[in-house]
T-cell receptor, first 114, second 112 residues
Framework: GAGVSQSPRYKVAKRGQDVALRCDPI?????LFWYQQALGQGPEFLTY????????KSGLPSDRFFAERPEGSVSTLKIQRTQQEDSAVYLC????????????FGPGTRLLVL | KQEVTQIPAALSVPEGENLVLNCSFT??????LQWFRQDPGKGLTSLLL?????REQTSGRLNASLDKSSGRSTLYIAASQPGDSATYLC???????????FGTGTRLQVFP
């Protein structure tokens, strides 16, 4: 596709429910990032993949958060036993490998945990 | 730990005004700095990217400057238009990592 796509665009979950958020990168983009954006805040880094390798997961807030990219293309961010504080927009971004190039962001998934 | 701050948090101006948005960062050892635009319910769109060796970048009515030693960047918007209404975010990339550290953004409203 022409840009980064994310699904679903909106997700309402009951507290304690597991959710899975999907990111489809731009074709040929080796690097893939997940960010969490709380209301009124800037995005905060969660995790980063280069191809299928997860090189940095230092931003994941707890062991309830898990991300994977098994074939180096589509990525899934999974949140287990969701809590109200997980409510946020989850943004996926991808880029080509060369350092210094811009990241291209998807529209995000807005997660609301009730 | 790198921290990025943006002021003002919100700005409301009449159409036609020239604007300056400010971004400051605590660690001057950055690789580059970017300015993004975010419209409600949408992802981020990159406006300008300044490498650490550069002092400024221009695109149309937008001009971004970078003073790495003082940890500051400004985004200048000339002759603002209602279509410029959005949230503007700055983000820095450090060496040895590809992740971006974002500020909290400036919410801009330009009214006719």
């Amino acid at each position: 596709g022409a840009g980064v796509s994310q699904s679903p665009r909106y997700k309402v979950a009951k507290r304690g429910q597991d959710v899975a958020l999907r990111c489809d990168p731009i074709s040929g983009h080796v690097s893939l990032f997940w960010y969490q954006q709380a209301l009124g805040q800037g995005p905060e880094f969660l995790t980063y993949f280069q191809n299928e390798a997860q090189l940095d997961k230092s931003g994941l807030p707890s062991d309830r958060f898990f991300a994977e990219r098994p074939e180096g293309s589509v990525s899934t961010l999974k949140i287990q036993r969701t809590q109200q504080e997980d409510s946020a927009v989850y943004l996926c971004a991808t880029k080509k490998l060369l350092a210094g190039l811009t990241q291209y962001f998807g529209p995000g998934t807005r997660l609301l945990v009730l | 730990k790198q921290e990025v701050t943006q002021i003002p948090a919100a700005l409301s101006v009449p159409e036609g005004e020239n604007l300056v948005l400010n971004c400051s960062f605590t660690d001057s050892a950055i690789y580059n700095l970017q300015w993004f635009r975010q419209d409600p319910g949408k992802g981020l769109t990159s406006l300008l990217l300044i490498q650490s060796s550069q002092r400024e970048q221009t695109s149309g009515r937008l001009n971004a400057s970078l003073d790495k030693s003082s940890g500051r960047s400004t985004l200048y918007i000339a002759a603002s238009q209602p279509g410029d209404s959005a949230t503007y975010l700055c983000a820095v990339k450090s060496y040895n990592t590809d992740k971006l550290i974002f500020g909290t953004g400036t919410r801009l409203q330009v009214f006719p």
